[in-house]
């Protein structure tokens, strides 16, 4: 008796967590969900498309991931993989890499970092649209378009030189 009050208490538990989770946030969790591919990476001057730009974006279950490749300049190259957690929450959403490598050079010399591109984590608030869901960084710099077939990620103030970058998405995942 004590075991199946024990199993009760966990499932109403359960119940009301996922209660908290409103219709919105639901819809925009499953619209962000799956794998992503890179289509092209405009730098704000020149568009680059595979193979020169290579990369995949994942966010499942409440896990990120992302691994890009570009080899705009083949002496310099530059590898990123990163992982780390994301959710939704109020209209929010929120994602961090926790766990980041970078390396760039060449075959004969390369350079390993392991700092994250950015500090903490990033925030940005979704707005639903005729295609999908918008979200927002809430310092202005950075949106994402989320369509049922792609992503569209713009940031003006990329990476350590804050240069405008915008990387286009297709899905490869239902």
Request: glycine share 8%.
């Amino acid at each position: 008796m004590k075991n199946l009050l024990f199993v009760l208490l966990a499932y109403t538990g359960l119940s009301i967590c996922q209660a908290q989770h409103s219709d919105s946030d639901r819809k925009a969790t499953q619209l962000l969900s799956g794998i992503y591919e890179v289509v092209s990476w405009h730098d704000g001057t020149t568009l680059h498309v595979p193979p020169t730009v290579v990369g995949r974006w994942s966010f499942i279950e409440g896990k990120v991931m992302c691994i890009i490749h570009n080899r705009v300049n083949p002496d310099e190259s530059k590898s990123a993989i990163g992982w780390g957690y994301g959710s939704i929450s109020d209209g929010i959403f929120t994602y961090a890499y926790p766990e980041f490598i970078t390396t760039k050079g060449s075959k004969e010399a390369s350079i390993i970092d392991q700092s994250s591109p950015f500090e903490g984590e990033r925030k940005y608030k979704i707005t639903f649209t005729s295609y999908g869901i918008l979200m927002k960084s809430f310092e202005g710099t950075q949106t994402w378009e989320i369509h049922k077939d792609k992503m569209v990620y713009t940031d003006h103030e990329w990476g350590p030189d804050k240069k405008y970058a915008q990387r286009t998405w297709k899905r490869i995942t239902e």
